[in-house]
């Protein structure tokens, strides 16, 4: 059996006081930014929608949903000032 091989150029997030090791640009994104929250609120409101849908109305109403989310948050980005 081979040894996993080690990270040779690894990624790590640089915080006041310290320092995090992360996996992949996404969670490097995510550390950097503080969106880990955020990211958890949506992952907790999905796994939400998905628990409830039963039939191909759930699904319906669940896409209806997720689109009128992404839309306010793009209008939210739109006229934010980041």
Do not use: C
């Not at 090791?21 to 990211?39: A, C, D, R, S, Y």
């Not at 109403?61 to 689109?67: K, P, V």
Request: hydrophobic fraction near 45%.
């Amino acid at each position: 059996m081979k040894k996993k091989a080690k990270n040779q150029n690894p990624l790590y997030v640089v915080k006041k006081d310290h320092v995090e090791p992360v996996n992949n640009i996404f969670e490097l994104v995510m550390k950097k930014l503080h969106l880990e929250p955020i990211w958890e609120i949506l992952m907790n409101i999905l796994k939400m929608l998905l628990d409830t849908v039963r039939s191909y109305e759930g699904v319906k109403m669940a896409s209806e949903y997720l689109d009128l989310s992404v839309k306010r948050f793009q209008l939210f980005m739109k006229y934010s000032i980041v």
